[in-house]
């Protein structure tokens, strides 16, 4: 349609500096395409706490349902850590992916030329890499049941449950093939197979999935070795398929590829909604200073665009926007190596630099 209905949910410590970047970039993409923007912003996580009591309502669930797409910032705060799980800010990340069918999230890792020099990996070893981390994101130890912890005779006891079906392993294969198919056509299944029961059942149940792709490549890697060989060997990779939890922490540990764990988007895509949202945290170390890298939620209006808007163009507008912002040396300081050759800036800045730089009438250079 012509009007793109957005929900926004800024939510708590970087999280509402950071997508207020991003909806500017969406905006303008937007105007540019001929589509009408009209977004709504709720509060989540711990804004939601303080002023409803729930880090996520019904209303703001509903509003997410009717959207077009939901843009998320991050929630989280040490404020909140003393509340019962399910009235903690996470709670509302966990709610939205689980009541929106969120099952497959898309975290894709990329090197960004001008970046070569910030990430604390060599730069041979990061120059060629093009991952997409596909992570299974409504199931797993994050969800299984039971969940407690209880008092025994001696102390107490914590119990969390990890559940794989095979209907739930079968979706997130088939997510996986499918976007190694248009890319370079090898899954990296990743699991403790050698461990976990569910991992075997995960293994199991790939490799039969799998017989329906035989043009694709398919490899087992267990979690501990897949860990290793990010940081000795990135370029192996295509699309590596794992489980929540091994998704959760090999993206963080990817992300230093790029050089910053601010510079990646992700995409959390379910049959009938999305959502979109940077894999950081809400950095509460920097919260309210302006000083966080908006990148990663820009690029993940990029993937937006993409899965959700139908508007490819404006995706890779957004993407070539990033790329021409940083070769003309715009750095925040979680990417900065050379200040002295390097134009340092604050939240604010960046965003209104990609802003400029998606303006195809200037020409990539000008700022510098
Ligand atoms: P974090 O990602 O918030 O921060 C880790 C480190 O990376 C910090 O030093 C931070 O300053 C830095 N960083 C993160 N994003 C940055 C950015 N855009 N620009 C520059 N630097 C950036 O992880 P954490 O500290 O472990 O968690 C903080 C809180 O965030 C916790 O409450 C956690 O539960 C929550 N969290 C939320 C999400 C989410 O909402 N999607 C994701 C991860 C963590
Ligand atoms: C992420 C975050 C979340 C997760 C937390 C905040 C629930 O770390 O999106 O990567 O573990 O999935
Ligand atoms: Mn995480």
Redesign the pocket.
């Known amino acids: 349609s012509v009007t793109k209905n957005i929900v926004v949910l800024p939510?708590d410590?970087?999280g509402p500096e950071?997508t207020s970047e991003a909806v500017k970039i969406l905006q303008a993409v937007c105007e540019r395409h001929g589509y009408k923007l009209e977004t709504e912003s709720y509060d989540v996580g711990g804004a939601s706490i303080d002023r409803y009591g729930r880090p996520l309502t019904q209303e703001t669930l509903e509003a997410c349902k009717k959207a077009d797409a939901v843009l998320?910032g991050?929630?989280?705060?040490s404020q909140w850590d003393d509340q019962p799980k399910d009235k903690r800010?996470?709670a509302a990340?966990l709610g939205l992916r689980k009541e929106l069918g969120l099952y497959a999230n898309l975290r894709p890792i990329k090197t960004y030329e001008p970046l070569l020099q910030s990430s604390p990996l060599k730069e041979e070893i990061i120059k060629d890499v093009d991952i997409m981390i596909v992570r299974e994101l409504t199931g797993g130890i994050y969800f299984g049941r039971p969940r407690l912890i209880e008092k025994t005779n001696t102390g107490e006891r914590g119990v969390d449950t990890l559940v794989y079906t095979t209907e739930e392993v079968e979706r997130i294969v088939h997510t996986a093939f499918e976007t190694a198919a248009v890319r370079n056509r090898k899954v990296t299944s990743v699991d403790k197979a050698n461990v976990l029961d569910s991992s075997r059942l995960w293994r199991r149940t790939v490799k039969k999935s799998a017989k329906q792709w035989p043009e694709i490549t398919l490899e087992h890697m267990l979690v501990d070795n897949c860990a290793m060989q990010l940081v000795r060997a990135p370029s192996q990779f295509d699309v590596i398929v794992t489980a929540n939890m091994f998704g959760d922490i090999l993206s963080d540990e990817a992300s230093m590829i790029t050089g910053?764990?601010?510079m990646l988007p992700s995409a959390s895509l379910g049959k009938e909604h999305a959502m979109y949202?940077?894999v950081?945290?809400?950095?509460?170390?920097?919260a309210g200073e302006n000083k966080?890298?908006p990148l990663?939620t820009i690029a993940s209006v990029a993937l937006m665009c993409r899965y959700s808007l139908d508007m490819p163009e404006a995706a890779l507008e957004i993407e070539e926007a990033i790329q021409t912002t940083l070769k003309d040396g715009f750095r925040?300081g979680?990417i900065s190596t050379d200040p002295s050759s390097e134009y340092l800036v604050d939240t604010e800045e960046m965003g209104s630099a990609v802003l400029k730089h998606l303006n195809p009438d200037l020409q990539p250079g000008t700022f510098l």
Do not use: M, Q, W, Y
């Open positions: 939510g410590g970087i950071v998320l991050a929630v989280g705060g800010p996470e990340l910053s764990i601010g949202e940077p950081h945290g809400s950095a509460p170390d920097i966080a890298n990663a925040t979680d």
